[in-house]
Every structure is written in structure tokens, then in C-alpha cells.
């Protein structure tokens, strides 16, 4: 075991090492030099920095999946009820001394799309459900979740995915097939009250697309945590666009109790000659 | 049928009528006019104003009880999910143009006390347990609810019942023993990072207490939606303590499809001489 705070350096100290945990960005810098390196698990959901071909593909790469479910949920219901209860608009009221007795609205029978249904999906779908809300979900073409309603297949279906959905959320890998998936045909297709959430990769969205969808009240609002550069320009359209929830990347953190588990759990797979749990597929990207 | 804007009116054309279904404070007017009541369905939760001792109790008093669940699950996790995420100081960040990387906090594994395990305490006891929260009861003496990790039970248990909760949240009607329950030693026994929630009656909460506690430091937030005197009044002390959310008696109103609901299922139990769902005990007081 090999312990620095320069990736380089421990790159040339780990040359010799078959396993390793990092960040994909860092994994990134000392992959080239561990020849030997048998397995990567990744502390985050997202694995990009990873994928780039001139890397090499010799090892096998897992990813934190299946840690983010619960937050993810807490990061969009939490949102969602905020919308439903006009928690951040009430407050306003209470700061102008105003007793704002504004009915709320609530979750219990509304539509939530969700745009991918993996572990986060699922996680999503399940406390939807438990709010009484109804389901559907876009995905390749895969059906294993109990908790949608209703599946979605290709892009031919997107426009009917979206026609009567209240919240539209992002549960998506950044691959080349999700880029700007959410672009201004798709937020066409939302009833004008719809609300987009995403939490994923900000790759998914097209943002100038999102911007002017709600400054034309073509959508009621957008929550999003992820962007195309980060932190957002202080010139970002987005500062100045009305109805935007702006939450600088901390939808879903890597807690270290989490990733240990992982981590755990995939080591005891490897020595008892198991396949790994969320192994990567560096041809599909996720 | 009879059909009046005014209750007073409505009372004298009701004094034939053997069924009523209204709002407590409306039915309190005509209920003495009329003689031949045998069942009146109220549209809210609490019915105090029908427990007066000077009002007639020749009748069956039913609560809309059972309704109200769903909408308080969403008014109290908003909330706590809000306040783990910092969702109010972080939309302050981006008022002020900051991308706020601010690490959330989350649900999973904290610990939530409910003061009353009642139908609106067993959901909220099943929602906590969907986010991986630990659930104390604090009741009576009933232990009915699966979701509950622990009871606790009579004054003498308060001080244990509180001293480990990151959040209290009220779920009692108001009767004379749950009168200021919420006083200044339960506060002082929950740790200082705790959080009060109260959507159901001001009466069980000394208000003058909590702006103490939240002053000094010993609480760290309060949400509220009920008071001694609604709309709180405009020099109440609650506009200008830090820490404090208030939301003005909307956590969970009465929407005309929960209560038709209620109403039909009872109306179908009376013609069937069947016992009525959710009849109040006048004594008890609920």
C-alpha cells in the first residue's frame, strides 16, 4: 500500500500495486503507469476521465454504483416537495412578515419521468411510488424496475415520454447516446408546467435550450446540479434566469462509510474469484 | 339536503337533518339546532370547537382522520430534507451569484421522535423508515405501528425519549394532556442540533420556550405551522427569530376528493349499521 497526496508520485510508487481506489480524475493521471493494475473501483458514480481511449483498457474498472440512490432520492423529492409546498416562496413571504396561507400542492398522483432507470432510477422510481406518484421511465430497453409504471424505447418515444409529465428528472451516464438528450424538441413536448431536475451530468441537458424554455414560460421551472462547466461562469444565462434552482455539484457525495463498503464487498468478490459488482463496459461508457 | 352560505340560517333549515358534514367550527353553530343529529363528519383533523361541554353530545362525531397522512409525509420530510441540503441557504448563495459546494447532509441513519403514533404518526413513521431514519413513538401507551423503532410512554419518559433525537416532530391533536408538552425541559433535553417540527396544534408547544432555545443556541431550527393565535400576530416574537420557518396552517388541508371519501365510506358504514371509522371520543378529546 502505497500513501501520497501527488497523484505522479504515487503513480511511480504504485507501479507495482494490481488494485486501486481513487477518483476517475485522479485514476486517470496513475493508471498509464501500473502496468500490473488487475482492478479500479472508483469512488464516484461517474467514471469519464477513465474513458478516454488513449488510456489504457487492461484492468477492470467498477464504479461506486448503487451508493447514491438514497441521496439522490433526498436531493430530488426534497426538491420536488419544495416545488409542490413553495418552500423557497413561502420563506419569502415569512421574510416580509406575511402569514401566507397558499395552498401547496403535493406529489400524491402527479407523473415523474425519469430519463435512465439504473440504481439511481430505481431508487427515485421507489420513493415516487411511495408518494403516490406515477411512473414512467426512458431507458435502451431494458424493464427491471417494479416501481415504473410505464417503459419508454428510443427516441421516437421521447415525445410521447414527456407529453403529460409533471417533473421531468435526469438519471443518466454521460455517454455519447445521453448527450443533450434534453434539448428544446423534448422540453417542447413537457406540459408548461412540467419542472426539470437534474442531478446527473450537465452533458444531458442543452442549457441555452433550458434558459430560453423558461424565460418563455414554456416550463415552470428547473433544478439543476450539474452544468457544462463547473463551477457555472459567473456569466452563466442561468444566474439571471428566473425559476432556476442552482446546487453546485452536491446532489450526490462520496461519502466515505459508502465507498468503504463498496469497496469491501468487490474485494471480497475478487478473492474468492467472483465477478465485480458495477463493472464498468469501456465500450458503452457506463 | 339544505344548502346556505350562512350556518346560523342553514341551522334552522338543518333542525330535521340526522346527518351533518362540515367544518368544526361551522357544525359548533348548528349542531344545539339540531335535535335529531345522529352523525356529524368533520372535514378537518381536530374538532375542538365541538368538544366544548356546552354543546350537545347526542350524536356520533367522526374525524377526517386518515386523509391527512400523505400531505403531512410531504410537509415534514420537505422540511427535514430542506434542512439536511441547506435548501434555503443555498438558494441564498445563488441569489448572491455563489456556486455553494456546501456538503448536504442526509436522512439516512438519523434519529426521528414522533410525540403521537396516531394515523398521521404511523405515516410519517413510514416515510422516516423509507429514508433509513431511526423512529421513537412517544404515546400513550400503544405500540400499533410497525415503522416505530421505540416506544416511549408517559411524562416521566420524555427527557429519555428526547435525548438522542436530531428531530422532534408533533403529531398529536390538543387535549388537555398534550397541553404545552413541548415546554422548556423536553426542549432543553434535546441536543442542541435538533430541530422542532410542529404541524398540528399550536397548543402543545410553549412558543415562548422555543424562541428562548432558538436564541440561545440550544435548538437549532423550528419549523411551525400552527400557533396560540393564527395568523400570528405581527409582533410576535417568531418574525424575528433566527432559525425559525413558519408556513402559515397549510401543512395539510382539506381537499373536497380525501374528504368526499371519508364521508361516503362512513355514510355506507351508518346505512350498513355498521361502527363509523374514526369517531371521537368526547372525554379523550379525540
Redesign the interface.
Known amino acids: 500500500m502505497t500513501s501520497t497526496a501527488d497523484p505522479v508520485e504515487a503513480a511511480t510508487q504504485a507501479g507495482d500495486c494490481d488494485i486501486a481506489l481513487g477518483e476517475p480524475s485522479l485514476l486517470a493521471r496513475v493508471v498509464p503507469a501500473m502496468p500490473r493494475l488487475r482492478w479500479a473501483q472508483s469512488t464516484w458514480a461517474g467514471v469519464e476521465p477513465l474513458l478516454a481511449p488513449t488510456l489504457g483498457r487492461h484492468y477492470v474498472l467498477t464504479t461506486a454504483c448503487g451508493v447514491f440512490g438514497?441521496?439522490m432520492?433526498?436531493?430530488v423529492?426534497?426538491?420536488l416537495?419544495?416545488h409542490?409546498?413553495r418552500?423557497?416562496e413561502?420563506?419569502a413571504?415569512?421574510r416580509d412578515?406575511r402569514?401566507?396561507?397558499?395552498?401547496?400542492g403535493?406529489?400524491?398522483d402527479k407523473r415523474v419521468g425519469l430519463l435512465g432507470v439504473g440504481s439511481i432510477g430505481a431508487a427515485l422510481a421507489r420513493?415516487a411510488k411511495?408518494?403516490?406518484m406515477h411512473v414512467s421511465g426512458y431507458t435502451r430497453g431494458s424493464e427491471g424496475c417494479a416501481d415504473v409504471d410505464k417503459y419508454f424505447h428510443g427516441r421516437a418515444a421521447l415525445r410521447d415520454f414527456a407529453r403529460d409529465l409533471d417533473y421531468l428528472v435526469c438519471a443518466m451516464p454521460n455517454t455519447g447516446e445521453t448527450r443533450r438528450l434534453v434539448d428544446r424538441a423534448l422540453l417542447d413536448a413537457l406540459p408548461r408546467h412540467a419542472v426539470l431536475v437534474n442531478p446527473s451530468r450537465g452533458s444531458i441537458v442543452d442549457e441555452a435550450a433550458v434558459v430560453e424554455a423558461l424565460r418563455a414560460g414554456r416550463l415552470a421551472a428547473a433544478v439543476l446540479d450539474v452544468f457544462d462547466q463547473?463551477?457555472?461562469p459567473?456569466d452563466h444565462a442561468f444566474?439571471q434566469t428566473p425559476n432556476v434552482?442552482?446546487?453546485?455539484?452536491?446532489a450526490a457525495?462520496s461519502f466515505p462509510r459508502d465507498i468503504t463498503a463498496v469497496f469491501l464487498d468487490n474485494y471480497g468478490r475478487l478473492l474468492r474469484g467472483e465477478p465485480l459488482r458495477c463493472r464498468v463496459d469501456f465500450e458503452r461508457g457506463y
Do not use: M
Open positions: 438514497g441521496l432520492s433526498e436531493y423529492f426534497g426538491y416537495i419544495a409542490e409546498r418552500i423557497l413561502r420563506f413571504s415569512q412578515g402569514w401566507d396561507t397558499t395552498a401547496p403535493t406529489l400524491f420513493t411511495h408518494f403516490g463547473e463551477p457555472l459567473p444566474w434552482v442552482i446546487t453546485g455539484h452536491t457525495l
